[in-house]
T-cell receptor, first 115, second 113 residues
Framework: DAGVIQSPRHEVTEMGQEVTLRCKPISGHDYLFWYRQTMMRGLELLIYFNNNVPIDDSGMPEDRFSAKMPNASFSTLKIQPSEPRDSAVYFC?????????????FGPGTRLLVL | TQLLEQSPQFLSIQEGENLTVYCNSSSVFSSLQWYRQEPGEGPVLLVTVVTGGEVKKLKRLTFQFGDARKDSSLHITAAQPGDTGLYLCAGGLLLYNFNKFYFGSGTKLNVKP
């Protein structure tokens, strides 16, 4: 199994540009999560999907952020327009439920720098 | 304000020493997880504890869930340089049969050879 795949691994962009982060979850997992990690705020949940449907987007910072999951094997997180304070590492994770065990698998992350 | 507070934030020790990392909250959790994250990678799940007072061992790592399910500890015996990394706890709050996990601020461990 390839694990959770994210692209790109690094992104440098200028303020005001659109940024799109991509994620391929592990096959068979029915939950997908987008997290953001910074030194100041730690690891924060932005949004999660169940069976491709967005369930809770209460962690999305503002309207500049949007996420989609058009099918079970692909999700995007878009920032438009980007701002320097969006600089962070963005993780995608997928989870399956196996009895009471809920094992969450993280991707390697996308390191975003907005200049 | 973090739902889960971890202490210490940073820990630098010599190989062979023992250490304990704490994860505290005023909330009661349905389960608690510990992760280790290495630079440039995503967190990797180490263990899940679900019962108050539960103790789990993973080689030299011992995890304990508090009796009231509000806190947890991670104890490492005879630390090795390979234990270096960021340790994160995550508490699960159950809502509509789904566990939403909230992460602590993390403890950055450096084990010197």
């Amino acid at each position: 199994d390839a694990g959770v795949i994210q692209s790109p691994r690094h992104e440098v962009t200028e303020m005001g540009q659109e940024v799109t982060l991509r994620c391929k979850p592990i096959s068979g997992h029915d939950y997908l999560f987008w997290y953001r990690q910074t030194m100041m705020r730690g690891l924060e949940l932005l949004i999660y999907f169940n069976n491709n449907v967005p369930i809770d987007d209460s962690g999305m910072p503002e309207d500049r952020f949007s996420a989609k999951m058009p099918n079970a094997s692909f999700s995007t997180l878009k920032i438009q327009p980007s701002e320097p304070r969006d600089s962070a590492v963005y993780f995608c994770a997928s989870r399956r439920r196996d009895g009471y065990q809920e094992t969450q698998y993280f991707g390697p992350g996308t390191r975003l720098l907005v200049l | 304000t973090q739902l889960l507070e971890q202490s210490p934030q940073f820990l630098s020790i010599q190989e062979g020493e023992n250490l304990t990392v704490y994860c505290n909250s005023s909330s009661v959790f349905s389960s608690l997880q510990w992760y280790r994250q290495e630079p440039g990678e995503g967190p990797v799940l180490l263990v899940t504890v679900v019962t108050g007072g539960e103790v789990k061992k993973l080689k030299r790592l011992t995890f304990q869930f508090g009796d009231a399910r509000k806190d947890s500890s991670l104890h490492i015996t005879a630390a090795q340089p390979g234990d270096t990394g960021l340790y994160l706890c995550a508490g699960g709050l159950l809502l509509y049969n789904f566990n939403k996990f909230y992460f602590g601020s993390g403890t950055k461990l450096n084990v010197k050879p």
